[in-house]
């Protein structure tokens, strides 16, 4: 028998063991299946149809938090999975066809990069995920997000580009998915106030995230039906309109540089949650809490609230939980 021969049938029980010491398979309450490989100092993408070890058809693969810096092509050969999770992973490379097998069954995609390396969203997550609905990226350095960059990506509904380093998203970059996208997080980046000129063009927003960015002042010149959720924490915010925003029901502006005079309109009458913590608010405008609010959490931690008016909180009939630590309140009023 030649030598090399015998070294196949030598080695391959053995890698097929080590395998199954790495990743655990299992079943979750709702049913789905998945494959662990997460926090094992893998250095590359196990061959998992090679050793044919789990049902190749399942949910979800985690291989976050390991060592893994390039996704070479047919590494996904045979597999069928919906989820795939490899943050933690600080990602140098993407061959452009890494994602091929996986193109009309990857539905959620979780992606960490490395900032020193990869400039630009890889080819592969721009042509070969057709059925994608969530879509994460983490740690590029983006500078700028072009357009038409999700034209291929039909059915995407949640979109995540946290710590990317924005400066400036270009007119038509969610032109393609402006009618359908209904999560946007844009956290941790470097973007400024022409932002809101590009979200009034997604109607279909539910959930918006924007903390720790650069947007000194905010408005939504469309009326969006759609928006529930809202953060513009951290941000130097030093305006804020209030209008066009009917059925948002979380709002949180903490840590701004807000005043009295600077927050314009009412808050929406479906609002539950308002969080203006560390801002500088003193006093509410008369026409901030109308009589029909929804609020149920207010948040007004270290602003130097001044509560010296017994109507301050008049028409707060529904409210659950109200914070007012660390503010220069020195007497409640009586109330009436």
């Known amino acids: 028998m030649p030598l090399n ?26 049913g789905s299946n998945y494959v662990h490989c997460a926090r094992k100092s893998l250095s590359e993408i196990p061959d998992f149809s090679s050793h044919r070890l789990f049902n190749l058809a399942f949910d979800e693969l985690i291989l976050s938090d390991n060592a893994i810096t390039h996704i070479h092509a047919n590494v996904f050969h045979n597999l069928r999975i919906k989820r795939l999770v490899m943050s933690g992973n600080r990602l140098k490379s993407i061959d452009k066809n890494a994602f091929r097998e996986l193109e009309n069954y990857l539905e959620q995609l979780t992606l960490e990069f490395d900032s020193t390396i990869v400039d ?35 059915k995407l509904e949640i ?83 209030l209008t066009n925003m009917t059925n948002l029901q979380i709002l949180n502006v903490q840590n701004n540089l807000l005043t009295s005079e600077q927050i314009n309109g009412s808050i929406p009458n479906q609002l539950k ?34 509560l010296n008016n017994s109507n301050t909180f008049r028409h707060l009939h529904k409210l659950k939980r109200l914070n007012l630590a660390r503010n220069n309140i020195k007497t409640i009023p009586k109330g009436k």
Not at 8 to 20: E, Q, V, W
Not at 121 to 150: D, Y
Not at 273 to 286: A, C, M, V
């Open 5 to 30: 021969i015998l070294l196949i049938f030598l080695l391959t029980p053995s890698l097929a063991i080590n395998l199954l010491d790495l990743c655990q398979s299992g079943i979750r309450d709702d």
């Open 120 to 154: 630009t969203i890889p080819e592969a997550i721009k042509t070969n995920l057709a059925n994608i609905r969530s879509l994460t990226l983490t740690g590029l350095n983006l500078r700028i997000l072009p357009t038409n960059t999700f034209e291929y990506m039909k």
């Open 159 to 241: 979109l995540s580009l946290k710590s990317c380093n924005l400066q400036t998203i270009e007119h038509n970059a969610f032109y393609s998915i402006e009618k359908q996208l209904r999560h946007l997080y844009l956290d941790y980046n470097q973007l400024d106030n022409r932002i809101s000129m590009i979200i009034n063009r997604v109607i279909t927003l539910e959930t918006l995230s924007l903390s720790h960015n650069h947007i000194n002042q905010y408005e939504l010149n469309l009326v969006n039906k759609n928006l529930r959720y809202l953060d513009l924490s951290y941000n130097g915010l030093m305006k804020l309109s």
């Open 273 to 306: 949650e308002l969080i203006l913590d560390f801002n500088s608010i003193r006093i509410f405008n008369k026409n901030l809490i109308t009589e029909k609010n929804s609020l149920e959490t207010l948040s007004l931690q270290s602003n130097d609230f001044l």
